[in-house]
């Protein structure tokens, strides 16, 4: 068994956490492919290293002196290796990105040189090798990820090397021009590393102990879930639970490869194991909730809709005119619901309106602002009946009323639309239904 252990932000902050991640990577032979994120926040009022390189590189940009900036970054770096006794010297490439940062080498580089930076340390402390992702990571001119031309070469690179370390977050064009994913994008290295070595396991330690069934800033300790499917977890992070970057399932979902997500400071916790399929049954009825606030719905009523070939069509189109997303869209028979962000509608609202009208010519259009959108999700929904009816009755225990309601086909979720008043409560009432009372 060959593991890639990828670790965050905060698991690398200090020489402390260092030495944690030190002993959790020498406790076992197949802890082989290590990526590190940059150092994150020590404690709170602390600011992570990617912070203070995009900081200091706006800086760059406009033409101000930037070396205090720089001297705080490099001071973070040199804590940590004084910390862990070691004789890596940072100064050589502080020059460079001096320099680069002078000749404006692009944000994305700026961003990148925390995990660069963390790797060399990292390989240095475990005697590694350091592959540096510019190397391997592809991307085209646009910033898109070449998934398939980096898992040629990775994968080559790797048949040489035994033990490595590389660093998360970046990759370059081909032409050498570093590119970085998105935010928390180590996660993403981590799964295409995985993939490329084709290892039995992708461990992703981070400061939780895994996924929860819901958001503990709701509910007051709430249950870990010990298994979840690729799709339950796609569900969930759309709603809002996040503990992984969402794009890092797809390379290795695509090997069929799982995910543990670890606690660094709890390495006995077992965490929650990721996996395509199982034949598990989750340990309640559902698996987890999640949700968002801050969605509006946009209801179409018109006569007969229901018989008007291409009505669909053109309803959405009025959005599409003005580049709105929309998220979920209930019917009825003569009704037709359209779920949109509220921020991203509220500018636009009377041009969609107007849209509307013109496309569709409906009876009448109303809009139902300031909803909350809660996701239910659990493989084991399919084979158990009654959920539904527990959750409305849960919920109307509980004084709230429901405002839409939508079973995905594939019964993996409901999807259930209340007052944004209302949404900590309802979650809380799901939850206590579920959970607290085991059925
Ligand atoms: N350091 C990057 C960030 O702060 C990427 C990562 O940590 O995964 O977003």
Known sequence: MVKVVKFGGSSLASAEQFKKVGSIIRAEEERKYVVPSAP?????????????????????????????????????????IQGLELKTDLTKEFETI???????????????????????????????????????????????????DTNAILSKRLKSLDKVVL??????????VVKTFSRGGSD??????????????????????????????????????????????????????TVLHEDAIFPVRKSGIPINIRNTNRPQDAGTMIVENTCKQSDYTITGIAGKKGFVSVNIEKAQMNSEIGFGRRAL????????????????????????????????????LAAIHRLTDPDSVDIDSDVALIAVVGRSMKSNRGVAARIFAALAHNNINIKMIDQGSSELNIIIGVSNNDF???????YDIFVSSRI
């Not at 660093?167 to 050498?176: L, R, V």
């Not at 900590?424 to 799901?430: C, D, K, L, W």
Request: hydrophobic share 40%; charged share 25%; glycine share 10%.
């Open 40 to 80: 994150g926040k020590r404690d709170s009022k602390d600011t992570k290293v990617t912070d203070m390189l995009y900081g200091c590189y706006a800086e760059a940009e406009a033409g101000k002196d930037f070396s205090g900036s720089l001297a705080a970054i490099k001071a973070r770096y040199d804590e940590i």
């Open 98 to 148: 001096k320099k680069n940062f002078e000749e404006k080498a692009g944000v994305q580089y700026a961003a990148s040189r925390g995990e660069y930076l963390n790797g060399i340390i990292m390989a240095d402390y475990l005697g590694f090798t350091f592959l540096d992702a510019a190397e391997v990571i592809l991307f085209d001119e646009e910033g898109n990820f070449l998934a398939e």
């Open 167 to 176: 660093p998360g977050f970046y990759g370059a064009t081909a032409d050498g």
């Open 424 to 430: 900590e409560a309802a979650i809380r009432a799901i």
């Open 317 to 352: 189109e009025a959005f599409e005119l003005s580049g709105i997303n929309f998220e979920h869209m209930p019917s009825g028979i003569d009704t037709l619901s359209v779920f949109v962000h509220q921020p991203e509608f509220e500018g636009k609202e009377q041009q969609v």
């Open 188 to 241: 993403i290295t981590g799964s295409i590393l995985a993939r490329a070595a084709g290892v039995d396991l992708y461990e992703n330690w981070t400061d939780v102990s895994g996924f929860l069934v819901t958001d503990p800033r709701i509910v007051k300790n709430p249950e870990p879930i010990n298994i979840i499917t690729y799709k339950e977890l796609r569900e969930l992070s759309y709603m809002g639970a």
